[in-house]
């Protein structure tokens, strides 16, 4: 068996379906859009989602197919840990269009809280896994392939900017260097290999099988 890691698709449902329906097992990084009906289509014990930042997490914690906040699983034969979640350096633009349309377009959820993600580092220093599947990266591997004039574009200083995720996949990173390490967020084709992990950041409706 094998299992396909599916990147952002940010409303693409269609294109979506189309891959998942290529692959008997799937698991969807995030940033799926803000509607969740077509997961219908897809059989939940073979197709699973992680929230990202541009997702409405409560409504998607609420299909079978989203996996939750943080854990392990074992899907098309691979275990691993996984952790949902992202800060959106867009944030401010996005609840001024809400207030203006009447709409919703960003949670304050879209990152685990403190208390989630002392468990979740706790959880994975108990499993060291070998595989991490997030929708953001750690810190130090962020910097490395981001895009620092998207930060500037935003207001941030890319010499300084982090997020409370980016730490947590950094500090479980420092405690225990998994072999493989799958993303997406970033909207990149990148791998590199760091301190003995394989990082893989998938681009914007990037495929990857493991």
């Known amino acids: 068996m094998a299992l396909a890691i599916i990147a952002d698709i ?11 329906r290529k692959h008997e097992y799937t698991l969807q990084l995030g940033d799926f859009g803000f509607r969740y009906d077509c997961l219908d289509e897809l059989d939940p014990e073979k197709h699973k989602v992680i929230s990202g930042n541009h997702d409405d997490v409560l409504e998607l914690a609420k299909k079978p197919h989203c996996l939750g906040d943080f854990g392990n699983f074992t ?3 691979v275990t691993a840990f996984w952790v949902r979640g992202a800060f959106s350096i867009d944030w401010q633009y996005r609840v001024s269009y809400d207030h203006a349309h009447g709409t919703k377009s960003w949670w304050p959820e879209e990152q685990l809280s403190l208390p989630q993600m002392n468990d979740c580092l706790a959880l994975y220093k108990q499993t060291k896994p070998d ?7 750690p ?4 910097n490395k392939i981001g895009s620092p004039g998207i930060l500037r574009e935003y207001g941030f200083d890319p010499e300084t900017f982090t997020t409370s995720t980016q730490e947590l996949l950094q500090s479980m990173a420092d405690f225990h260097q998994p072999k493989m390490h799958v993303f997406g967020h970033l909207h990149k084709k990148r791998e590199l290999t760091y301190r003995g992990t394989r990082y893989i950041c998938l681009p914007e409706l990037g495929v990857r099988t493991i």
């Open 131 to 137: 595989i991490v599947i997030s929708h953001s990266a």
């Open 10 to 20: 940010h409303g693409q449902y269609d294109q979506y379906l189309a891959i998942a």
């Open 139 to 142: 810190r130090e591997i962020a």
């Open 75 to 77: 899907l098309g034969g």
